[in-house]
């Protein structure tokens, strides 16, 4: 993943601005306690701005799709995978 990352990148972006997404990725990742999902948005976000657009309807019907797959699962988990806390109580998973 990372590597289509960098190539995708390294196809549409000179390279200190390249190494500068990098570091400024690494900064927001290393230092934090948790990986999740959301820390990682704001990186793909911006990564596909910069790169190359998505212009095929095969790419635009893929990237609808797994759009769709991750806010159905999203869904799914918040709805039918609750946990118990040590008190009894119940809390659900949601990011």
Do not use: K
């Amino acid at each position: 993943c990372g590597h289509v990352l960098w190539q995708s990148l390294s196809a549409h972006m000179e390279t200190v601005r390249r190494a500068g997404f990098v570091l400024t990725v690494a900064l927001v990742l290393v230092p934090s306690p948790l990986i999740e999902l959301r820390y990682f948005t704001l990186p793909f976000a911006v990564a596909r701005v910069s790169g190359e657009l998505l212009t095929s309807r095969a790419e635009l019907s893929l990237a609808l799709a797994a759009g769709v797959c991750a806010n159905a699962l999203t869904l799914w988990l918040f709805l039918q995978r609750p946990f118990m806390w040590p008190d009894g109580s119940t809390a659900r998973f949601m990011w």
